[in-house]
């Protein structure tokens, strides 16, 4: 062979090597002394994040050894318990139990169903919606009237009595952030069988909510609203490449029977909690900062992306705060919530006792998007702090954290919202979250290690500038 | 239960929906009416790959059906030959092989390593470095010397005699763009051996470059220099895992035996091609844009993210033109690379047969850091060139890509650079690449879609900038 110079090996690496550098987008001569200070801090408490992080093997045993954790089940009682253990081994000041009643759904056995088509069964991955009531106990057999949103259905009118109606309405995949496009189709799901009802149908069966073409089931909540309860029909979740199947066998067999049987209920409400600790701020100790994720999960996987990344991450900010001895002014307080997934009773209650008691909010920080890389924080507040929030871009920037947009926070630190309070949503890349979301697969080994402690970084470095800056007295309303 | 109102599990949807929606940096009121021609069709180019895009089909086939495919193997040839069917069919206006002779290395049996401590032999996941001699045929063994770099080896000197090297440096994570940490290391991977040859080192063994603890061994080119052939000593990588334990075990055990067996061999080089289609320009057919990746990759996986998502958004950048009826004014060249993993063989053909035939390349454009999540772009041209890109910026952001940089662009259009050509790198998220790079899992599976997708359109997107704006005559020498 001719002979391989190191040059010619070496410039490729070198390549490779140099020309990745990522230089913050603003140069350090363009601070001013104070963001020196804090864009050394916040490079410490990514340092830190990175080399001596605890959130990927909290979340490991999270869903690992406890695993799904519906409101109202074992599992959900399990982690209430190791979630208070564990914020006393970091080492709060404080930690409690929260009490909250809860609902009480369970799936029953495994669901089933099929379709018979030119002699040929075909088994379909299906799974019951969250609070749907059970099949009769042989199950339900139906002709199937396919429909890809909710007013069509309603445009179809009587023509779905007796009859189980298919959503079909697929992600806009030309939606570059994926929550959009969740967005444009939850509807079906949420409220298909409240609408189909009303027109006599016996079921309905929904495309999962995903992006892609897989077979998993996807479930997730549903509500029958204010129709009684006699009228209540079972509602259900197939995969996307059911859907795609099934509406393409239609196509030819517009009369056949699809089968399903599910054996879902809903009990009485079950006493749970949410979990809280707190590092005691030194200045304004009752002046809050807020930050949690939602402890509870769906059954079918592990909860890893929704939402152990959140809680994990959000009990992070508090171990990075300790391990660099950042002694925040106001007092940083961790919340596991439990039931954003069927109910968000947890951050109702929240809500709720913060306000009897006079407790003093002055931002919130929610993790509930997934644990992927980095990309930045929505913002919900006052046209001021929203301003001081995205002042912060040039330190936050470096660590991928570029969109700083104005927008919603989460579900559970919502309903703290008020005038003067800042709110703010973690958002990570978004791109593979529909591909677990709310399925048997949403496990550890979808979480990537650096990613998930990136976000941690990233939550304490926007806790630790909101502790240093949100703050003013004239701001504050209790 | 207490009834779930539809307003309160609506109202957490909501949040969920509505307040991740990401708005284009710029409002399209601020753009030209050039830009916003401009914004909507590099919308297209988004949509169609979103929602028609043929990559990941193209890489199934490719990683799942060929595989890894190592410069000289026959599955490199095959590859060739898939590439070239490919190309037709995406309906190119000519395609053509271009010849290249290639270093032959050839892995041979598995490798196999241990050593015993406390009577207890622990197996040691471990791989050949490309272009590593064999050991002898029943192996070889010796005392383990652990250094953390080439200048502690260095240090060493005399005391490497005889010994097997340890090089354990690992990669710095603090450090956020992966590849920088990479930077830091390979060094160890690359001239180990030459170094501790001079020595008298009977073997070398390189800690994995990875930036977790795993068990896989990453493998990766290597390089004698100018030694004599008589000198040359074999040189293995280990898994991080391993390294690590090796490292604690040699502190109790400094005396430990370390045994490895390879039996690679570096055959006469082999005849191979650079794979090359275009689209004809319409205005400046002889004016040049040459977008590619590498079709070679390591024999160990499937060379999924290295680089087989790199060669088939190249072909889908013209694949999107041709489906969008963009006529390009530049002739827009898809070359497949061959050999960029050791040798760089077909790159420094490519750079040669263009000056041969007094080529005009205005830019060139080069995917190989992984299909992960778009980040940006790395621009290696002359000042005014590259402000005229980070120009475009706001018709990117809006798809994730914030990151455009001066820096260097890549191994495989590198040799094309001159003072007026404008080479630009693709870069995607670098977090998870390398968990998988060099290693048995670079996988198909460990590709998703949408970022795959998402880098074919913004590589798209870039190309149909640079052709409709960075040529100007004046900026052109041959």
Redesign the interface.
């Known amino acids: 062979?001719?002979k391989?110079?190191?040059w010619?090996?070496?410039?490729?690496?070198f390549?490779?090597?140099?020309?990745?550098?990522?230089?913050p987008e603003v140069a350090s001569n363009t601070l001013s002394s104070e963001e020196k200070i804090d864009s050394t801090n916040i490079k410490q408490l990514?340092?830190t994040a990175?080399?001596k992080g605890k959130s990927y093997e909290w979340l490991r045993d999270l869903t690992q050894n406890i695993g799904g954790r519906l409101s109202g089940s074992p599992e959900a009682e399990k982690a209430v318990l190791w979630s208070k253990e564990l914020m006393k081994n970091v080492g709060l000041d404080s930690v409690w139990l929260q009490p909250v009643?809860v609902?009480?759904w369970v799936r029953g056995e495994k669901e089933e169903a099929y379709y018979t088509i030119n002699g040929e069964k075909k088994n379909v991955p299906i799974c019951a919606l969250g609070?749907s009531i059970a099949t009769p106990s042989n199950g339900l057999t139906g002709e199937v009237v396919e429909v890809k949103s909710l007013d069509e259905a309603k445009e179809m009118g009587d023509k779905l009595k007796g009859k189980i109606v298919f959503f079909n309405g697929a992600f806009d995949?030309?939606l570059?952030?994926?929550?959009?496009a969740?967005?444009?189709c939850?509807g079906q799901r949420?409220?298909g069988a409240r609408v189909c009802s009303e027109f006599g149908a016996k079921g309905v069966i929904v495309r999962s909510m995903t992006?892609?073409i897989d077979d998993y089931p996807h479930t997730g909540?549903m509500?029958y609203?204010?129709i009684p309860k006699e009228q209540y029909i079972p509602a259900a979740a197939i995969s996307s490449r059911a859907a795609e199947l099934l509406s393409n066998d239609l196509k030819t067999n517009p009369n056949l029977e699809f089968y399903f049987k599910q054996s879902c209920e809903?009990?009485?409400?079950a006493p749970s909690h949410n979990v809280i600790g707190e590092i005691k701020g030194t200045e304004n100790p009752e002046k809050i900062i807020v930050v949690g994720g939602h402890l509870d999960s769906w059954d079918l996987g592990e909860g890893a992306h929704d939402d152990g990344t959140g809680v994990v991450q959000s009990l992070e900010v508090a171990y990075l705060f300790k391990k660099n001895s950042i002694k925040p002014k106001n007092t940083i307080r961790i919340v596991f919530f439990m039931n954003?997934e069927?109910?968000?009773r947890g951050?109702?209650e929240y809500a709720e006792q913060a306000k009897q008691n006079n407790e003093i909010h002055v931002a919130g920080l929610e993790s509930?998007?997934g644990g992927?890389?980095p990309?930045g924080f929505?913002i919900?507040a006052n046209g001021k702090n929203t301003q001081l929030v995205k002042s912060w871009k040039k330190l936050l920037?470096?660590?991928?954290l570029?969109?700083l947009?104005k927008?919603?926070?989460?579900?559970d630190i919502?309903p703290l919202k008020n005038d003067e309070i800042t709110l703010v949503?973690y958002?990570p890349?978004?791109?593979?979250y529909f591909?677990y979301h709310h399925t048997s697969i949403d496990t550890f080994d979808k979480v990537?290690?650096?990613?998930l402690e990136?976000g941690s970084a990233s939550m304490a470095s926007l806790v630790y500038l909101m502790d240093k800056y949100l703050y003013t007295e004239d701001k504050v309303k209790p």
């Open positions: 062979m001719k391989i110079t190191l010619a090996l070496a410039s490729s690496l390549i490779a090597c140099t020309t990745e550098t990522k230089k990514f340092n990175l080399t009643m609902p009480h609070f995949n030309t570059i952030n994926t929550f959009q969740y967005g444009g939850v949420f409220s992006n892609g909540t509500g609203g204010d809903t009990l009485p409400d954003e069927n109910g968000t951050a109702k509930d998007a992927h890389t990309r929505s919900d920037a470096p660590y991928g570029h969109d947009i927008g919603g926070s989460g579900a919502g949503g958002r890349d978004s791109q593979r591909d990537n290690k650096r990613e990136l």
